[in-house]
């Protein structure tokens, strides 16, 4: 009987180990396919992952690049949305894409900081003064010039998307002054100017994903972060924060980029139907991303226990000045070119 028993479990062992393998238990989510469509077989599915919510700049904007290249192609290409880290984390989604895991993703231009160290010249607080500022230079020659410089990590560059200005907010009371970052624990993105950006102001900082701030708020891990109103509204940070200081200090765009090799092997008519959807999806994006982060600062202004304070412009003068010396340090690290070509671009 004991016998018939081992044998027995060892024999439902194995089936669990062989269906786990034939079915991918254990993986990340297989990605699904509609079988009733028309031509499937000759359909290009493009998957798109990214880590923020859908109803955020770079959601609607992606949603719109879909419908757009759905219709320009005929629906020869179908591309499929991911959002909200449902594939990758943004830890993990530039090498799912340089892997072709994922054909498509859009991250911070901030997380790929690694790669190409010279973007950090985008984290350089006050460096936007407006809306304007960001379109100019993310439709101007500097992108062109950035997007190019993907090219040696397999992945091309499309476009630049924005979001919008970033915001502090924090589990303390009242942030007006720079100096009341001071011993907090605030949240990073993975770039060394965004680092040594909150130590100037003697903050500690942490790096971590999007997907696990929220709960790295609630549990007190970190006492603050910063992002734009989209962000923090979408993803509830104002439900475990208790102020945010509007201080408008640095931007959040995005480095929209396809996998080399799959961009390759497409034939040039859809080539240019994904650039033509590209640069209508990009317009679309840079005159709607300010409105969508009114609307989110207006539903923020409602909520109880949140406190929302903004910077007079003496108050704002104190912490450009404060983080001014990230600009010497920026270019004795990567030289004065890259800057002064922004600089002249929103200047004009
Ligand atoms: C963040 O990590 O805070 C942002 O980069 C998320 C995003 O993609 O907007």
């Known amino acids: 009987m004991k016998n018939f028993m081992i044998t027995a479990f060892l024999i439902i062992l194995a089936l669990v180990f062989y269906l786990g393998d034939q079915y991918g238990f254990g993986e990340k989510a297989s990605l699904p396919v509609d079988h009733e469509q028309e031509g499937l077989n000759e359909q290009i599915v493009l998957n798109f992952s990214h880590v923020v919510a859908e109803n955020t700049p770079k959601g609607l904007t992606a949603a719109k690049f879909a419908e757009l ?25 530039l090498n799912a894409l340089q892997n072709g895991d994922v054909q ?33 230079v993310f439709t101007g020659p500097t992108k062109d010039r950035l997007l190019r410089m993907l090219d040696k990590h397999n992945v091309k560059g499309l476009a630049f998307w924005n979001n919008g200005f970033k915001q502090f907010t924090t589990a303390t009371d009242s942030v007006i002054k720079p100096q009341d970052l001071e011993g907090l624990t605030l949240r990073t993105m993975p770039s060394d100017m965004l680092v040594r ?20 708020l609630e549990d007190g891990q970190f006492d603050g972060q910063e992002n734009t109103l989209s962000n923090i509204y979408s993803k ?21 980029m396809i996998n080399g090799e799959f961009w390759d092997s ?71 070119k890259l800057l002064r070509e922004i600089e002249q671009t929103v200047k004009e």
């Open 197 to 216: 950006q909150l130590n100037l102001v003697g903050a500690e900082t942490k790096e971590a994903s999007f997907d696990q701030v929220y709960t790295l």
């Open 266 to 336: 497409l034939p040039k008519n859809l080539q240019t139907a994904i650039t033509d959807a590209m640069e209508e999806a990009t317009a679309w994006n840079l005159k709607q991303s300010e409105a969508m982060n009114r609307q989110a600062l207006k539903k923020m202004e409602d909520m109880p226990g949140f406190h929302i304070r903004t910077l007079s412009e003496t108050e704002q003068l104190e912490w450009r000045e404060a983080f001014e010396p990230l600009y010497n340090y920026y270019e004795s690290h990567y030289g004065k």
């Open 104 to 136: 498509m993703i859009a991250p911070s231009f901030s997380k790929v900081t690694d790669w190409i160290p010279e973007w950090q010249v985008l984290d350089l607080p006050y460096l936007f003064q407006t809306n304007e500022d960001i379109q100019a």
């Open 69 to 93: 290249v759905e219709e320009k192609t005929d629906g020869a290409i179908k591309v499929e949305i991911y959002p909200n880290s449902m594939l990758y984390s943004d830890g993990e989604e």
């Open 236 to 256: 509830g940070f104002y439900q475990v924060q208790k102020q945010m200081t509007i201080t408008n200090h640095g931007i959040l765009g995005y480095a929209v």
